[in-house]
């Protein structure tokens, strides 16, 4: 069964550092989304991206922040200068399609400890 | 704006009794809803999702939800549980505008009891 990859599973940075986190969503999927969890809080939107470009970010996504699909298969999400209170679970997830009723498929997350 | 909240942020249950986890929604639309369920050190995974058909959704693993618009509830039941149903259980509305993004219920810690 096709599933959404990322890696590293953990990563751990300095504050002030750059990370890169990655993913690798299903492969007929077009709509690509990262989300993070702070610990003890709740899944919050950061940004979705199609047709190689963003569509949608929240207030959290600022300029700090960018995502990118370098080569076809792997969504990236960057951090120019990490902060501590980045320190979260970051989820990447695919949908096949646009619509409300398309469920999205999330990779296993990636564990980011600033610091 | 759409959100939902799920009432308990904790549920215990001995095995082979009936599970509820409950989940109140707001939305000005008809609603795309979803559950997720996330066990330890794993993603998310679907359970189960009401895209205005049924109301009465039955998902994997034996969990079965309602729609209820009067009610504006979708809560999650199961009869009977089993110890692999631990874990973390996140009810999901689908944003109407945008791009679709979900926004997630604060989740609901369900721990069964042998």
């Known amino acids: 069964e096709p599933e959404v990859t990322q890696t590293p599973s953990h990563q751990v940075t300095q504050m002030g550092q750059e990370v890169i986190l990655r993913c690798v969503p299903i492969?007929?999927?077009?709509?690509f989304y990262w989300y993070r969890q702070i610990l003890g809080q709740k899944v919050e939107f950061l940004v979705s991206?199609?047709?190689?470009?963003?569509?949608?970010k929240s207030e959290i996504f600022d300029d700090q922040f960018s995502v990118e699909r370098p080569d076809g298969s792997n969504f990236t999400l960057k951090i120019r200068s990490t902060k501590l209170e980045d320190s979260a679970m970051y989820f990447c997830?695919?949908?096949?399609?646009?619509?409300?009723?398309?469920?999205?498929?999330f990779g296993p997350g990636t564990r980011l400890t600033v610091l | 704006a759409q959100s939902v909240t799920q009432l308990d942020s904790h549920v215990s249950v001995s095995e082979g009794t009936p599970v509820l986890l409950r989940c109140n929604y707001s939305?000005?639309?008809?609603?795309?809803l979803f559950w997720y369920v996330q066990h330890p050190n794993k993603g998310l995974q679907l359970l189960l999702k009401?895209?205005?058909?049924?109301?009465l959704v039955k998902g994997i693993n034996g969990f079965e939800a309602e729609f209820k618009k009067s009610e504006t509830s979708f809560h999650l039941t199961k009869p009977s549980a089993h110890m692999s149903d631990a874990a973390e259980y996140f009810c999901?509305?689908?944003?109407?505008?945008?791009?679709?993004?979900?926004?997630f219920g604060t989740g609901t810690r369900l721990k069964v009891l042998a």
């Open positions: 991206f199609y047709n190689n470009e963003i569509s949608e």
């Open positions: 939305s000005s639309y008809s609603p795309s």
């Open positions: 492969s007929n999927h077009l709509y």
């Open positions: 997830a695919s949908s096949e399609g646009g619509a409300t009723y398309n469920e999205q498929f």
């Open positions: 009401y895209t205005s058909a049924a109301t």
């Open positions: 999901v509305v689908s944003d109407r505008i945008g791009t679709y993004k979900y926004i």
